[in-house]
């Protein structure tokens, strides 16, 4: 039985807290396929937020992990490609919430804005809660306009 893929991806921002919680991630028994970026140099959030987008969306990964400062500009651009719903949370409640009403299937953090404690909280919240369906279902599908 394969396991399912989870994609990380984060801006030189980010970089850090995306290869400390990679590690998280496998331990919550999931496969990691990482998109970038692997070091300090600037890099353009957008770039891997577009990454994103697209290993969503061909099905290289079900769901995804997005780092950068603020959260704010990655999961922007993540959230222009069909069938990403980026949500931006900022400790483990946000995470759970963001599941369970909007079967959020990436997860945005800011490096800058929340610690690594925090961030695992988020990260273990996000993908250990379900989607709760019924009465959400509706209000999911009018996210997607085409």
């Given at each position: 039985?394969?396991?399912?893929?989870?994609?990380v991806?984060?801006d030189?921002?980010?970089y850090?807290?995306k290869?400390?919680?990679?590690a998280?991630?496998v331990?919550?028994g999931?496969e990691?396929l990482d998109?970038?970026?692997?070091g300090?140099?600037?890099?353009?959030y957008?770039?891997?937020?577009?990454a994103?987008?697209?290993?969503?969306?061909?099905?290289?990964a079900s769901?995804?992990?997005?780092?950068?400062?603020?959260?704010?500009g990655i999961?922007i651009?993540a959230?222009?490609?069909?069938?990403?719903?980026?949500?931006?949370c900022?400790?483990g409640?946000?995470?759970?919430l963001?599941?369970?009403h909007?079967?959020?299937?990436?997860?945005?953090?800011?490096?800058?804005?929340?610690?690594?404690?925090t961030?695992r909280d988020?990260?273990t919240s996000?993908?250990?809660?379900?989607f709760?369906?019924?009465?959400?279902e509706?209000?999911v599908?009018?996210i997607e306009?085409?």
């Open positions: 039985m394969s396991r399912e893929i989870v994609a991806a984060a030189h921002a980010g850090e807290m290869d400390l919680l990679k998280d991630l331990e919550l999931l990691v998109l970038g970026t692997n300090p140099d600037s890099v353009d957008s770039d891997f937020g577009h994103m987008g697209e290993a969503i969306g061909s099905g290289k769901r995804g992990l997005i780092v950068c400062g603020s959260g704010i999961s651009a959230n222009r490609h069909p069938g990403v719903r980026a949500a931006l900022h400790d409640l946000t995470a759970k963001s599941r369970q909007n079967d959020a299937n990436v997860l945005a953090l800011g490096a800058r804005i929340v610690g690594i404690a961030a988020a990260v996000f993908f250990t809660t379900e709760e369906g019924g009465r959400h509706g209000r599908r009018k306009l085409s």
